[in-house]
Protein backbone atom coordinates (compact mmCIF):
# COMPACT_ATOMS: atom_id res chain seq x y z
CA UNK A 1 0.00 0.00 0.00
CA UNK A 2 2.94 2.06 0.61
CA UNK A 3 4.66 2.17 -2.72
CA UNK A 4 1.18 2.55 -4.06
CA UNK A 5 0.74 5.78 -2.62
CA UNK A 6 4.02 6.87 -3.47
CA UNK A 7 2.96 6.48 -6.85
CA UNK A 8 -0.10 8.92 -6.52
CA UNK A 9 2.50 11.41 -4.35
CA UNK A 10 5.06 11.47 -7.32
CA UNK A 11 1.94 12.02 -9.67
CA UNK A 12 0.87 15.04 -7.89
CA UNK A 13 4.25 16.21 -8.68
CA UNK A 14 3.77 16.34 -12.35
CA UNK A 15 1.75 18.03 -14.99
CA UNK A 16 2.61 14.85 -17.26
CA UNK A 17 -1.32 13.83 -17.95
CA UNK A 18 -1.59 10.17 -17.12
CA UNK A 19 -3.69 8.09 -14.94
CA UNK A 20 -3.64 4.86 -12.85
CA UNK A 21 -5.95 1.85 -12.59
CA UNK A 22 -5.63 -1.33 -10.49
CA UNK A 23 -5.36 -4.58 -12.10
CA UNK A 24 -5.11 -7.17 -9.15
CA UNK A 25 -2.79 -9.83 -9.30
CA UNK A 26 -5.93 -12.87 -8.28
CA UNK A 27 -3.32 -15.77 -8.44
CA UNK A 28 -1.54 -14.19 -4.91
CA UNK A 29 -4.45 -12.43 -3.66
CA UNK A 30 -7.11 -14.45 -1.59
CA UNK A 31 -10.70 -14.74 -3.23
CA UNK A 32 -12.36 -17.73 -1.17
CA UNK A 33 -14.95 -15.69 0.96
CA UNK A 34 -16.46 -12.88 1.59
CA UNK A 35 -14.31 -11.14 3.72
CA UNK A 36 -11.20 -11.15 1.02
CA UNK A 37 -13.50 -9.02 -0.91
CA UNK A 38 -11.75 -6.37 1.78
CA UNK A 39 -8.18 -6.36 0.48
CA UNK A 40 -9.32 -5.16 -2.98
CA UNK A 41 -12.28 -2.32 -1.68
CA UNK A 42 -9.07 -0.91 0.46
CA UNK A 43 -6.89 0.04 -2.05
CA UNK A 44 -9.74 2.18 -3.92
CA UNK A 45 -11.38 3.60 -0.13
CA UNK A 46 -7.69 5.01 -0.31
CA UNK A 47 -7.07 5.90 -3.47
CA UNK A 48 -10.19 5.69 -5.57
CA UNK A 49 -11.08 9.27 -5.51
CA UNK A 50 -7.87 10.63 -6.80
CA UNK A 51 -7.70 12.56 -9.85
CA UNK A 52 -5.29 10.96 -11.35
CA UNK A 53 -7.52 7.46 -11.02
CA UNK A 54 -8.64 6.66 -14.90
CA UNK A 55 -11.89 6.39 -15.74
CA UNK A 56 -13.03 4.56 -18.65
CA UNK A 57 -16.71 4.64 -20.34
CA UNK A 58 -19.11 4.85 -17.26
CA UNK A 59 -16.76 4.07 -14.59
CA UNK A 60 -13.37 3.71 -12.27
CA UNK A 61 -11.54 1.32 -14.31
CA UNK A 62 -10.36 -2.20 -12.79
CA UNK A 63 -8.82 -5.15 -14.10
CA UNK A 64 -7.32 -8.44 -12.99
CA UNK A 65 -4.93 -10.89 -13.74
CA UNK A 66 -6.58 -14.24 -13.37
CA UNK A 67 -9.59 -14.22 -11.33
CA UNK A 68 -11.40 -17.25 -13.12
CA UNK A 69 -11.07 -19.35 -9.51
CA UNK A 70 -12.01 -16.61 -7.45
CA UNK A 71 -15.07 -17.54 -5.69
CA UNK A 72 -15.82 -14.84 -2.39
CA UNK A 73 -18.30 -18.12 -1.64
CA UNK A 74 -20.63 -17.29 -4.43
CA UNK A 75 -22.20 -20.25 -6.63
CA UNK A 76 -20.58 -18.88 -10.04
CA UNK A 77 -17.63 -17.21 -11.59
CA UNK A 78 -19.96 -14.48 -12.55
CA UNK A 79 -21.59 -14.16 -9.31
CA UNK A 80 -18.63 -13.54 -7.55
CA UNK A 81 -17.30 -10.62 -9.66
CA UNK A 82 -20.86 -8.92 -9.82
CA UNK A 83 -20.56 -9.21 -6.09
CA UNK A 84 -16.77 -8.13 -6.06
CA UNK A 85 -17.70 -4.62 -8.42
CA UNK A 86 -20.96 -4.11 -6.40
CA UNK A 87 -18.71 -4.18 -3.19
CA UNK A 88 -16.15 -1.79 -5.23
CA UNK A 89 -18.75 0.39 -6.40
CA UNK A 90 -19.89 0.89 -2.77
CA UNK A 91 -16.56 1.57 -1.60
CA UNK A 92 -16.06 4.97 -3.80
CA UNK A 93 -19.47 5.73 -4.82
CA UNK A 94 -18.82 5.00 -8.52
CA UNK A 95 -19.73 2.42 -11.45
CA UNK A 96 -17.22 0.34 -11.79
CA UNK A 97 -15.65 -0.94 -15.36
CA UNK A 98 -14.32 -4.24 -14.99
CA UNK A 99 -12.02 -5.17 -17.88
CA UNK A 100 -10.20 -8.69 -16.22
CA UNK A 101 -8.00 -11.34 -17.96
CA UNK A 102 -9.24 -14.51 -16.86
CA UNK A 103 -7.66 -17.53 -18.69
CA UNK A 104 -11.05 -19.18 -19.77
CA UNK A 105 -12.88 -19.86 -23.07
CA UNK A 106 -13.48 -16.64 -24.94
CA UNK A 107 -16.97 -17.56 -25.89
CA UNK A 108 -17.94 -17.53 -22.07
CA UNK A 109 -17.23 -13.97 -21.89
CA UNK A 110 -20.75 -12.54 -23.26
CA UNK A 111 -22.36 -14.44 -21.12
CA UNK A 112 -20.95 -12.90 -17.95
CA UNK A 113 -22.71 -10.05 -17.27
CA UNK A 114 -20.17 -8.76 -14.47
CA UNK A 115 -17.85 -8.28 -17.49
CA UNK A 116 -17.60 -4.88 -19.18
CA UNK A 117 -14.74 -5.94 -21.17
CA UNK A 118 -12.00 -8.49 -21.87
CA UNK A 119 -7.83 -8.24 -21.58
CA UNK A 120 -5.97 -10.30 -23.90
CA UNK A 121 -3.15 -11.43 -21.74
CA UNK A 122 -0.17 -12.57 -23.64
CA UNK A 123 -1.97 -11.75 -26.51
CA UNK A 124 1.35 -10.22 -28.62
CA UNK A 125 3.39 -13.07 -28.37
CA UNK A 126 3.84 -15.76 -30.64
CA UNK A 127 2.88 -18.70 -27.75
CA UNK A 128 1.26 -21.18 -30.31
CA UNK A 129 5.05 -21.55 -32.22
CA UNK A 130 7.84 -24.84 -31.58
CA UNK A 131 10.23 -26.53 -33.32
CA UNK A 132 7.95 -27.81 -35.89
CA UNK A 133 6.09 -24.80 -36.61
CA UNK A 134 7.03 -23.52 -40.56
CA UNK A 135 9.41 -21.23 -40.77
CA UNK A 136 7.09 -18.72 -42.48
CA UNK A 137 4.79 -18.67 -39.17
CA UNK A 138 8.02 -18.32 -37.05
CA UNK A 139 9.11 -15.42 -39.14
CA UNK A 140 5.59 -13.87 -39.19
CA UNK A 141 3.23 -15.23 -36.49
CA UNK A 142 -0.51 -13.74 -36.61
CA UNK A 143 -1.66 -11.53 -33.79
CA UNK A 144 -3.03 -14.40 -32.43
CA UNK A 145 -6.14 -14.84 -29.82
CA UNK A 146 -5.25 -16.17 -26.34
CA UNK A 147 -6.78 -19.23 -27.06
CA UNK A 148 -3.18 -20.92 -27.07
CA UNK A 149 -2.64 -19.56 -23.65
CA UNK A 150 -5.50 -21.04 -22.59
CA UNK A 151 -5.12 -24.40 -24.30
CA UNK A 152 -1.76 -24.68 -22.87
CA UNK A 153 -1.11 -22.78 -20.32
CA UNK A 154 2.51 -23.03 -18.27
CA UNK A 155 1.96 -25.63 -14.94
CA UNK A 156 5.16 -24.41 -13.30
CA UNK A 157 6.84 -21.13 -12.32
CA UNK A 158 10.33 -22.01 -13.39
CA UNK A 159 10.50 -20.03 -16.18
CA UNK A 160 13.13 -21.54 -17.94
CA UNK A 161 11.90 -20.84 -21.65
CA UNK A 162 11.53 -18.01 -24.36
CA UNK A 163 8.99 -16.75 -26.74
CA UNK A 164 10.50 -15.54 -29.67
CA UNK A 165 10.81 -12.06 -30.12
CA UNK A 166 12.33 -11.96 -33.61
CA UNK A 167 11.82 -9.95 -36.68
CA UNK A 168 10.72 -6.73 -35.03
CA UNK A 169 8.12 -8.28 -32.99
CA UNK A 170 7.65 -5.46 -30.57
CA UNK A 171 7.62 -2.69 -33.51
CA UNK A 172 5.45 -5.12 -35.89
CA UNK A 173 2.90 -5.98 -33.24
CA UNK A 174 2.02 -2.16 -33.06
CA UNK A 175 1.93 -1.82 -36.81
CA UNK A 176 -0.95 -4.33 -36.42
CA UNK A 177 -2.56 -2.94 -33.99
CA UNK A 178 -2.10 0.64 -35.38
CA UNK A 179 -3.87 -0.68 -38.68
CA UNK A 180 -6.81 -2.67 -36.77
CA UNK A 181 -7.19 0.36 -34.20
CA UNK A 182 -10.82 1.21 -34.82
CA UNK A 183 -11.44 -1.98 -33.09
CA UNK A 184 -9.59 -1.69 -30.21
CA UNK A 185 -9.89 0.44 -27.14
CA UNK A 186 -7.17 0.08 -24.85
CA UNK A 187 -3.95 -1.34 -25.66
CA UNK A 188 -1.58 -1.95 -22.28
CA UNK A 189 2.13 -2.70 -22.46
CA UNK A 190 2.47 -4.90 -19.18
CA UNK A 191 6.38 -5.34 -19.59
CA UNK A 192 7.59 -2.13 -17.54
CA UNK A 193 9.72 -3.80 -15.51
CA UNK A 194 9.28 -7.53 -15.69
CA UNK A 195 12.91 -7.97 -15.05
CA UNK A 196 12.64 -11.77 -14.34
CA UNK A 197 11.19 -12.68 -17.69
CA UNK A 198 13.61 -10.32 -19.60
CA UNK A 199 10.66 -7.80 -21.46
CA UNK A 200 10.72 -4.75 -19.64
CA UNK A 201 10.88 -1.29 -21.36
CA UNK A 202 11.51 0.64 -18.63
CA UNK A 203 15.15 1.49 -17.01
CA UNK A 204 16.62 -1.08 -14.89
CA UNK A 205 16.35 0.42 -11.09
CA UNK A 206 15.17 -1.05 -7.83
CA UNK A 207 14.17 -4.69 -6.68
CA UNK A 208 15.24 -7.26 -8.82
CA UNK A 209 13.32 -10.99 -8.80
CA UNK A 210 17.32 -12.66 -8.53
CA UNK A 211 17.49 -11.59 -11.89
CA UNK A 212 20.60 -9.83 -12.08
CA UNK A 213 22.34 -12.25 -13.65
CA UNK A 214 20.47 -11.72 -17.24
CA UNK A 215 19.36 -8.07 -16.84
CA UNK A 216 22.02 -5.91 -15.71
CA UNK A 217 24.04 -4.68 -18.14
CA UNK A 218 21.15 -5.05 -20.76
CA UNK A 219 19.33 -2.14 -21.10
CA UNK A 220 15.66 -1.82 -22.79
CA UNK A 221 14.83 1.81 -22.50
CA UNK A 222 15.33 2.25 -26.58
CA UNK A 223 12.23 0.49 -26.19
CA UNK A 224 10.62 2.94 -24.52
CA UNK A 225 11.16 5.71 -27.33
CA UNK A 226 10.14 3.33 -29.81
CA UNK A 227 6.74 3.29 -27.77
CA UNK A 228 6.19 6.62 -27.37
CA UNK A 229 6.47 6.93 -31.16
CA UNK A 230 3.87 4.12 -32.10
CA UNK A 231 1.60 4.57 -29.34
CA UNK A 232 0.50 7.59 -30.38
CA UNK A 233 0.20 6.85 -34.02
CA UNK A 234 -2.15 4.45 -32.05
CA UNK A 235 -3.73 7.44 -30.00
CA UNK A 236 -4.00 9.59 -33.15
CA UNK A 237 -4.59 6.98 -36.38
CA UNK A 238 -1.33 8.08 -38.09
CA UNK A 239 1.82 8.02 -37.80
CA UNK A 240 4.10 11.24 -36.13
CA UNK A 241 6.33 13.00 -38.59
CA UNK A 242 9.83 11.64 -38.15
CA UNK A 243 11.52 15.36 -37.15
CA UNK A 244 14.78 13.58 -35.86
CA UNK A 245 16.96 11.26 -37.45
CA UNK A 246 17.82 7.79 -34.80
CA UNK A 247 18.63 4.63 -35.31
CA UNK A 248 17.43 1.52 -32.96
CA UNK A 249 19.45 -1.77 -32.34
CA UNK A 250 18.73 -4.77 -30.21
CA UNK A 251 20.31 -8.49 -30.39
CA UNK A 252 21.32 -11.56 -27.99
CA UNK A 253 24.90 -11.64 -26.76
CA UNK A 254 25.51 -15.11 -28.06
CA UNK A 255 24.40 -17.57 -30.74
CA UNK A 256 21.49 -19.58 -30.02
CA UNK A 257 23.48 -23.07 -30.75
CA UNK A 258 26.35 -21.51 -28.20
CA UNK A 259 26.74 -23.42 -25.29
CA UNK A 260 27.67 -22.48 -21.80
CA UNK A 261 30.83 -22.66 -20.32
CA UNK A 262 29.31 -22.27 -16.34
CA UNK A 263 26.01 -22.67 -15.81
CA UNK A 264 24.23 -24.64 -13.26
CA UNK A 265 20.50 -24.32 -15.78
CA UNK A 266 20.27 -25.68 -18.76
CA UNK A 267 19.66 -24.10 -22.27
CA UNK A 268 16.41 -22.44 -22.00
CA UNK A 269 13.44 -24.40 -23.66
CA UNK A 270 13.06 -23.07 -27.26
CA UNK A 271 15.70 -21.87 -27.83
CA UNK A 272 16.47 -23.22 -31.39
CA UNK A 273 13.56 -20.58 -32.58
CA UNK A 274 15.14 -17.26 -32.50
CA UNK A 275 17.92 -16.15 -34.94
CA UNK A 276 21.59 -14.79 -34.45
CA UNK A 277 20.54 -11.47 -35.91
CA UNK A 278 20.18 -7.88 -35.35
CA UNK A 279 17.31 -5.93 -35.26
CA UNK A 280 17.26 -2.88 -36.48
CA UNK A 281 14.64 -0.14 -36.94
CA UNK A 282 15.74 3.23 -38.63
CA UNK A 283 14.02 6.93 -38.14
CA UNK A 284 15.33 9.13 -41.24
CA UNK A 285 13.35 12.44 -41.80
CA UNK A 286 14.69 12.16 -45.46
CA UNK A 287 16.22 9.34 -47.89
CA UNK A 288 19.31 8.39 -46.21
CA UNK A 289 21.79 5.28 -46.45
CA UNK A 290 22.55 2.74 -43.65
CA UNK A 291 25.79 0.88 -43.02
CA UNK A 292 25.14 -2.00 -40.41
CA UNK A 293 29.26 -3.25 -39.91
CA UNK A 294 29.98 -6.97 -39.05
CA UNK A 295 33.24 -8.34 -37.65
CA UNK A 296 34.33 -8.59 -41.74
CA UNK A 297 31.71 -6.95 -43.44
CA UNK A 298 29.19 -4.16 -43.79
CA UNK A 299 25.54 -4.10 -44.89
CA UNK A 300 24.89 -1.37 -46.61
CA UNK A 301 20.87 0.06 -47.42
CA UNK A 302 19.31 2.82 -48.93
CA UNK A 303 16.07 3.88 -47.28
CA UNK A 304 13.50 6.74 -47.65
CA UNK A 305 12.03 8.98 -45.23
CA UNK A 306 10.30 7.34 -41.91
CA UNK A 307 11.31 4.22 -40.15
CA UNK A 308 12.10 1.21 -41.79
CA UNK A 309 13.33 -2.09 -40.07
CA UNK A 310 16.08 -3.58 -41.12
CA UNK A 311 18.31 -6.63 -40.10
CA UNK A 312 21.70 -8.21 -39.95
CA UNK A 313 23.36 -11.26 -39.16
CA UNK A 314 25.54 -11.79 -36.57
CA UNK A 315 29.25 -14.33 -36.22
CA UNK A 316 30.60 -14.35 -32.65
CA UNK A 317 33.11 -11.37 -32.25
CA UNK A 318 30.82 -8.92 -33.92
CA UNK A 319 30.15 -5.47 -31.91
CA UNK A 320 27.03 -3.17 -32.74
CA UNK A 321 27.52 -0.24 -35.32
CA UNK A 322 25.22 0.97 -37.75
CA UNK A 323 25.81 4.61 -39.46
CA UNK A 324 23.33 6.30 -41.30
CA UNK A 325 24.40 8.68 -44.28
CA UNK A 326 23.61 11.63 -46.14
CA UNK A 327 25.18 13.93 -48.69
CA UNK A 328 28.35 12.39 -47.75
CA UNK A 329 27.77 12.91 -44.13
CA UNK A 330 27.21 10.77 -41.09
CA UNK A 331 23.83 11.96 -39.17
CA UNK A 332 23.48 9.47 -36.39
CA UNK A 333 25.56 6.22 -35.06
CA UNK A 334 24.65 3.70 -33.00
CA UNK A 335 27.66 1.84 -31.87
CA UNK A 336 27.80 1.04 -28.25
CA UNK A 337 30.77 -0.19 -27.23
CA UNK A 338 30.08 -2.55 -23.96
CA UNK A 339 28.32 -5.21 -26.67
CA UNK A 340 30.03 -8.55 -28.40
CA UNK A 341 28.45 -11.20 -29.31
CA UNK A 342 30.13 -13.82 -27.11
CA UNK A 343 30.63 -17.86 -28.70
CA UNK A 344 31.70 -19.27 -25.57
CA UNK A 345 29.57 -17.41 -22.70
CA UNK A 346 30.09 -18.10 -19.24
CA UNK A 347 26.21 -18.39 -18.43
CA UNK A 348 22.97 -19.20 -20.77
CA UNK A 349 21.40 -15.17 -21.29
CA UNK A 350 18.43 -14.48 -24.25
CA UNK A 351 17.93 -11.86 -22.86
CA UNK A 352 18.47 -8.84 -25.26
CA UNK A 353 20.74 -5.64 -25.65
CA UNK A 354 18.83 -2.84 -26.80
CA UNK A 355 20.53 0.80 -27.86
CA UNK A 356 19.92 3.82 -30.04
CA UNK A 357 21.56 6.42 -31.35
Not at 152 to 172: A, S
Not at 301 to 329: C, H, Q, W, Y
Amino acid sequence: MDRVADCFVAASRTRVPFWFFFSFDMSSIPSETKDDVHLLCSYLENFGQSERMLHYAHGLLVSTFAGERSSFQQPTLDSAWSFVKERLSSAIQSPIHYVPSLFIDPELYSKMKSLDGAFNWNGSWPLHLDSDSPRREIECPVLETDMNHITKPQRTWNKNWIYRGDDWLFVRRWEQLIAMRDQIDIVQIISWNDYGESHYIGPIKGAQPNSQAWVDGYPHDAWLKLTAYFSRAFKEGQYPLIDKDQIFAWARPHPRNAVATNDPVPRPNHANLTDDKLWVVVFAKTAATISMYGKGDVKVVDVRAGFTKLFRSLEPGDGIKVEMERNGIIVAECSPVEFKFEARPLVYNFNAFVTCS
